[in-house]
């Protein structure tokens, strides 16, 4: 498992922007993947974006898609949710996820809580109307 600090999180308006920030703990990630979840008071924990971290090919939930970009730095020490446009059902404690090994199917998988290993404290973000 690894460490993993999130930061950036506050408080915004509808239609306002945010970026969150990931650091990998004292070390560079050589793993498979890194990733963004979701949680509201009363919900599941939901998929929000990954990232793998070799090609940096990445994946997006539909709810997010064209208002949400995730991205890495050349260091790979750290990851990156740039969030625009941000709605009220964006409010939620976001937390960033990591996972070493490599995975079939990582559309479909890559999207499960339960394929993710390492997980940071999370960061709150809420959004006003």
């Known amino acids: 498992q690894v460490e993993l600090v999130e930061s950036g999180g506050g408080l915004v308006q509808a239609g306002g922007s945010l970026s969150l920030s990931c650091a990998v703990s004292?070390?560079?990630?050589?793993?498979?993947?890194m990733g963004w979840f979701r949680q509201a008071p009363g919900k599941e924990r939901e998929f929000v974006a990954a990232?793998?971290?070799?090609?940096?090919?990445?994946y997006y939930a539909d709810s997010v898609k064209g208002r949400f970009a995730i991205s890495r730095d050349s260091a790979k020490t750290t990851m990156f949710l740039q969030m625009n446009s941000l709605e009220p059902e964006d409010s939620a404690l976001y937390y960033c996820?990591?996972?070493?090994?490599?995975?079939?199917?990582?559309?479909?998988?890559?999207?499960?809580?339960?394929?993710?290993?390492?997980w940071g404290q999370g960061t709150q973000v809420t959004v006003s109307s």
């Open positions: 990232i793998r971290w070799s090609d940096r090919f990445t």
């Open positions: 996820s990591a996972r070493e090994g490599r995975i079939a199917s990582p559309g479909y998988y890559l999207r499960q809580p339960s394929q993710w290993y390492s």
């Open positions: 004292g070390r560079t990630f050589s793993g498979y993947a």
